[in-house]
């Protein structure tokens, strides 16, 4: 829509619009060089506001012969509209200390010479497997969620990790991620260095843990006989034994299968 120059009702509304985006659009300034534009855009824009109070203020003292009240007293009428007139008029004084700030506040803003946002610095964390759940074992779970919430069956599945012993379990069988892995219809809550995913339709739940030092994981260590991630386990098997996230040779709904 384009001001009218002639209507001053839908102009006002066009321009309440038009700052209403402004306010919204300068949440978020992805180049912070395009402050400087839209300072000079404001700066005008005060000055035309700082007009408008002054034409605001001539409408009401200059026709303040129409005035009335609601019971049709002239002389109420008349009293307001020049009390409408005065504080127009120090509105618009005080726009002229607002007109200063922004004008001082532009000539700094000028002065900065923005160089591009810095690289972000490598990701110095990653997340390890903890435990795989699927079939009758999943669902205890997802009944702890939905009676309990989240909260409480990452409190649940977190009885599963053994610290350094499941970190190494995961480095080795392959369960280093960049990201939790999910499926499309996969729920993700993170939780004090936790990941939980799930998923009610297709009956599984894992758990997730960040690792602080990524080069660690980058490096790993010669084990031959890894101790597995889940403590439900009582047996200590070879990675060629068991791999608690890899899909199981089992038909047993309760072995785990790959993120």
């Known amino acids: 829509m384009m001001p009218t120059f002639q209507n001053p009702t839908a102009d006002a509304a066009e ?11 300068t949440r978020v300034f992805e180049d912070p060089a395009e402050t400087y534009t839209v300072l000079g855009d404001l700066l005008a824009g005060v000055r035309s506001l700082r007009q408008v109070l002054d034409q605001l203020a001539t409408a009401h003292v200059t026709n303040r012969v129409r005035a009335y009240d609601d019971a049709g007293d002239q002389n109420s009428g008349a009293t307001s509209a020049l009390a409408a007139t005065a504080e127009l008029q120090q509105a618009a004084a005080l726009l002229d200390g607002v007109h200063d700030r922004v004008d001082a506040a532009m000539a700094a803003s000028g002065r900065i010479a923005w160089r591009p946002e810095p690289e972000r610095a490598s990701q110095s964390s990653r997340w390890v497997g903890v435990v795989f759940l699927q079939g009758q074992d999943a669902d205890e779970v997802l009944a702890i969620i939905d009676r309990d919430g989240t909260n409480a069956a990452i409190e649940h599945l977190a009885a599963f990790d053994m610290g350094e012993e499941t970190t190494q379990a995961a480095l080795v069988n392959g369960y280093v991620y960049d990201e939790p892995p999910t499926g499309p219809l996969d729920r993700v809550i993170e939780q004090g260095g936790y990941a939980l995913t799930y998923n009610h339709d297709h009956g599984h739940v894992s758990l997730l843990r960040t690792h602080p030092e990524a080069r660690d994981l ?25 791999d608690y996230f890899a899909a199981s040779q089992s038909s047993a709904p309760s072995r785990g299968r790959a993120l």
Do not use: F, K, M
């Open 15 to 25: 321009a309440s619009e038009a700052l209403r985006g402004l306010a919204h659009a």
């Open 218 to 242: 980058e490096t790993p260590p010669a084990i031959t006989r890894p101790v597995p991630p889940a403590r439900a386990r009582r047996t200590v098997p070879t990675v060629e034994e068991e």
